[in-house]
């Protein structure tokens, strides 16, 4: 069963050929055999999903077109489920149980997903390379001398290894996309209030998102499908599209103009992923009617950025240096107080810039119809590396510069979607970045679905841990 794909193992259910209870016992077989190996599924909820599991059977056949009938998935440490350990990777918190569940949670209970347990997460998401000091480090079942990427690292792992059949995950640098290209899974970042959740600390916060990880494009859409809505509770989420996104990607269809960028105009790039990837933009020109090398300006983006992350950092997390100092890792340290530092004026600055971008961005889109990018500059490297210092000798003066691939797409509040699109010499997992214009969700999934049925790499996971 863990070879099925989460569309496969949906209708399997939605037949009666396998029950909910039955797959829960798969998942959580799986879990036990490979958690030791690569540490994704450290907080597990087994019991709870039986429960529900029994209520689903129960309850009977559901006529939702978007329900999913019992099918196991992860939620990432950072996103509460009522009842269930909720440590946000971090020791303030190693023993806090969570007293409800975000609405992105009940909203995907109440469509017949089953969560199995909590995905690791570096501490409050800081970072993509999944640690901490509570849970431990994540590995990539490709190879487990090696990091998942993060911060949705555990999400990505679990995946990877088999573990469950769809995943959530959150991304303000890349942390859906990241671990997406590191393990040979897709991630997708939403636009904006696509994907309600809440209650938040930062309701209006637009750089953060919510999103959905699988092993397939169809997989993601088929999670988007039922994440998707506003609600009250999230004033900035959007209205439910009039449309299936699984049915969008189904539908298939041919671009005019395409654009790639082999490194945003601005950034080092390994020379391997750079040659994997443009390969992978090559093959495909069979379904667009033209390809140029072109980007709009991000020369302004990193420090857009920086000041950005550093001032929400300082929001969300500023009394906890107050309060909690001695329990925080450096890195979430030094984002608060580069926040505390800033000015009206810088902030004021970040702003407009951003807002001069957005202009860019929808000028480029007047003439693309997707940007085709690499996710991240490297392969997966070392998991006792925290963060990367230099890529191709440009030396880094903070933990997150490495993340320039992700986060200068972040600032243009465009969905932009991870796929696997091949693998280094020595087998490890790279993927693709795929860019549309804002709230084009259906665009970025019908192009990765696209480019993955030229390709076999989907089927390649999930894989048994390996070093």
Request: with cysteine; aromatic share 8%; hydrophobic share 40%.
């Amino acid at each position: 069963m863990i070879k099925k794909t989460a569309v496969e193992a949906v209708e399997l259910l939605k037949a009666g050929e396998v029950s909910p209870l039955e797959l829960v016992e798969f998942s959580a077989a799986r879990i036990l055999e490979t958690d030791d190996a690569v540490n994704s599924m450290p907080i597990r909820c087994f019991d709870r999903a039986r429960d529900h599991a029994k209520r689903i059977m129960a309850e009977g056949k559901s006529d939702n077109p978007n329900y999913l009938h019992g099918l196991p998935i992860a939620i990432k440490d950072l996103t509460p489920v009522e009842g269930v350990r909720f440590t946000l990777g971090s020791p303030i918190y190693a023993d806090q149980v969570a007293t409800h569940s975000d609405l992105m949670v009940k909203r995907l209970e109440a469509a017949g997903a089953i969560v199995m347990g909590k995905a690791n997460t570096p501490e409050f998401g800081a970072g993509a390379q999944t640690f901490n000091e509570v849970l431990g480090t994540t590995t990539n079942p490709w190879d487990t001398t090696k990091t998942p990427g993060g911060s949705s690292g555990g999400s990505a792992a679990a995946l990877a290894a088999g573990q469950v059949w769809l995943a959530q995950g959150s991304d303000l640098g890349g942390s859906l996309r990241i671990p997406a290209s590191f393990t040979g899974t897709v991630g997708l970042r939403p636009s904006p209030g696509r994907v309600a959740h809440g209650p938040a600390t930062l309701p209006f916060a637009q750089n953060s998102v919510e999103g959905p990880m699988g092993r397939t494009v169809a997989d993601v859409a088929m999670m988007l499908d039922v994440m998707v809505g506003e609600d009250p509770i999230d004033p900035i989420s959007l209205q439910r599209p009039p449309y299936s996104y699984l049915d969008k990607v189904k539908e298939g269809g041919k671009f005019d103009h395409v654009a790639y960028s082999p490194d945003l105009g601005t950034n080092p790039i390994d020379a391997e992923v750079a040659e994997i990837c443009e390969t992978a933009v090559r093959s495909f020109v069979a379904h667009a009617n033209s390809l140029e090398q072109d980007c709009f300006d991000l020369s302004e983006g990193h420090d857009i950025f920086q000041i950005q992350r550093a001032a929400q950092f300082a929001a969300t997390h500023g009394p906890k240096l107050e309060t909690d100092r001695d329990k925080l890792k450096p890195d979430v340290i030094w984002n608060i107080e580069a926040g505390l530092k800033l000015t009206a004026a810088d902030i004021g600055w970040s702003q407009r810039a951003q807002g001069q971008l957005v202009h860019r961005v929808a000028a480029f889109f007047e003439k693309y119809d997707l940007l085709f990018t690499p996710t991240v500059m490297v392969p997966p490297f070392n998991h006792e590396i925290r963060s990367l210092s230099e890529v191709n000798g440009v030396k880094f003066d903070n933990y997150v510069a490495w993340l320039a691939q992700t986060y200068l797409l972040t600032i243009t509040g465009c969905p932009s979607i991870s796929v696997p699109c091949g693998y280094t010499k020595s087998g490890l997992p790279v993927g693709l970045q795929i860019m549309a214009a804002p709230h084009r969700e259906d665009l970025v999934l019908q192009a990765a679905w696209l480019f993955e049925t030229d390709h076999d790499f989907a089927a390649m996971v999930p894989v048994d841990p390996r070093s």
